[in-house]
T-cell receptor, first 113, second 114 residues
Framework: GESVGLHLPTLSVQEGDNSIINCAYS??????FIWYKQESGKGPQFIID?????DKRQGQRVTVLLNKTVKHLSLQIAATQPGDSAVYFC????????????FGSGTRLSIRP | NAGVTQTPKFQVLKTGQSMTLQCAQD?????MSWYRQDPGMGLRLIHY???????DQGEVPNGYNVSRSTTEDFPLRLLSAAPSQTSVYFC?????????????FGPGTRLTVT
C-alpha cells in the first residue's frame, strides 16, 4: 500500500554543518511533497514543498530534492543552527486524492554545539 | 491573525466519557482537518472538511464525529472515549484541499484516556 518512510529516525549534526534528511515514498502517483518541522510541544510547521514536475526547490537555507526514478525525497538544511532542532516529517499527496495527505514517521534532528 | 486555535490544551478522560475538542481558524480557509499523532509516529488523518456543511472521513475515523456549521469552526467529538484514543490531536486548515496546499496547524490537544 501507500507509505512514506524515513531512512533514519534520528540525526545528530554539528552546529554549522549541513543536514540532510532523507525520505522514501512508495506511491509513484504522488505528485506533491511537503516537508514539515515540528518543535517540541508544537504543531507541525510548513517548511517547503515541491511538485513532481520539479527536481529541486530552494528556500531560505533549505533545499528539497526529488528523485522520482527511485522515489526519494531529501531535505537539505544549510549551516544548521540550534533552532533547527526538531522532528522533520515528509508527506506526500496525489492530486486525485487531494484531501488526503500521508505523513512519514519523522526524523529527529539534534544539533551538537 | 490568531491562526489556528485549539482548546483545551490538555484533557484527561475516563473510558466511556465523551467530549468535544474545539478548533477555530481566522484565515477564512475552506479546508480544515483533524489529525492524531501517536508517539514516534507521523500524523494520521481522522476527518476533514472542504467547506461549511461538508465533511468526510480520513484514515482513522472510527470513534470520532465532526461537523462544520461555519467556515471558522471544526469541532471533533469523541463519542465514548477509549484508551486507544490517547494521543495528541492537531487541527489544521488550508486555502485549498489539504494535500495540495500548505497547511497551518494548531498547537494541539494532548488527550489521555484512563
Amino acid at each position: 500500500g501507500e507509505s512514506v518512510g524515513l531512512h533514519l529516525p534520528t540525526l545528530s549534526v554539528q552546529e554549522g554543518d549541513n543536514s540532510i534528511i532523507n525520505c522514501a515514498y512508495s506511491n509513484s502517483a504522488s505528485d506533491y511533497f511537503i516537508w514539515y518541522k515540528q518543535e517540541s510541544g508544537k504543531g507541525p510547521q510548513f517548511i517547503i514543498d515541491i511538485r513532481s514536475n520539479m527536481d529541486k526547490r530552494q528556500g531560505q537555507r533549505v533545499t528539497v530534492l526529488l528523485n522520482k526514478t527511485v522515489k526519494h525525497l531529501s531535505l537539505q538544511i544549510a549551516a544548521t543552527q540550534p533552532g533547527d532542532s526538531a522532528v522533520y516529517f515528509c508527506a506526500e499527496n496525489t492530486y486525485s486524492s487531494a484531501s488526503k495527505i500521508i505523513f512519514g514517521s519523522g526524523t529527529r534532528l539534534s544539533i551538537r554545539p | 491573525n490568531a491562526g489556528v486555535t485549539q482548546t483545551p490544551k490538555f484533557q484527561v478522560l475516563k473510558t466511556g466519557q465523551s467530549m468535544t475538542l474545539q478548533c477555530a481558524q481566522d484565515m477564512n480557509h475552506e479546508y480544515m482537518s483533524w489529525y492524531r499523532q501517536d508517539p514516534g509516529m507521523g500524523l494520521r488523518l481522522i476527518h476533514y472538511s472542504v467547506g461549511a456543511g461538508i465533511t468526510d472521513q480520513g484514515e482513522v475515523p472510527n470513534g470520532y464525529n465532526v461537523s462544520r456549521s461555519t467556515t471558522e469552526d471544526f469541532p471533533l467529538r469523541l463519542l465514548s472515549a477509549a484508551p486507544s484514543q490517547t494521543s495528541v490531536y492537531f487541527c489544521a486548515s488550508s486555502y485549498g484541499a489539504g494535500g495540495q496546499y500548505e497547511q497551518y496547524f494548531g498547537p494541539g490537544t494532548r488527550l489521555t484516556v484512563t
